[in-house]
């Protein structure tokens, strides 16, 4: 994009706190019992065994323990130029244009009305 710079903006971040139900993780022992096979023979004269055994595990769960304050963004930082005579066209001005900051910092470097080019991040400010 090439033009006449005019004006310059930087919109700082925008942060609000925000609340949320906190989660912790708790755990409580268990039981299950397990069934465990063994076979022997074959044919006819095959024999299966079955028994049970009683295993201890750890069933875990995610549970809701109170509040927690967390830091939210409202809107992100922006860095924004105004150009006149965009492209070559006397008729328009004051076109905004959101740019990166090493861009920014080059065009306010720059003098007033002079002829600046840039690749813009995006539309409007």
Known sequence: MTGLRDSLR???????????????????????KVRHKSSSGSGSKKKTRTWYTTEQYRKCSQVHSGTETYTRTVRKEQWC????????????????YQ???????????????????????GTGC
């Open 10 to 32: 930087h919109l700082a971040r925008r942060t609000a706190k925000g609340t949320r139900p906190h989660t912790v993780t708790k755990c409580t022992p268990a039981t299950k």
């Open 81 to 96: 130029v105004s150009l006149d005579d965009v492209g070559g066209d006397t008729a328009k001005d004051d076109v905004w």
């Open 99 to 121: 740019v990166t900051r090493a861009v920014y910092d080059e065009v306010r470097t720059a003098d007033d009305h002079a002829r600046v080019e840039f690749a813009p991040a």
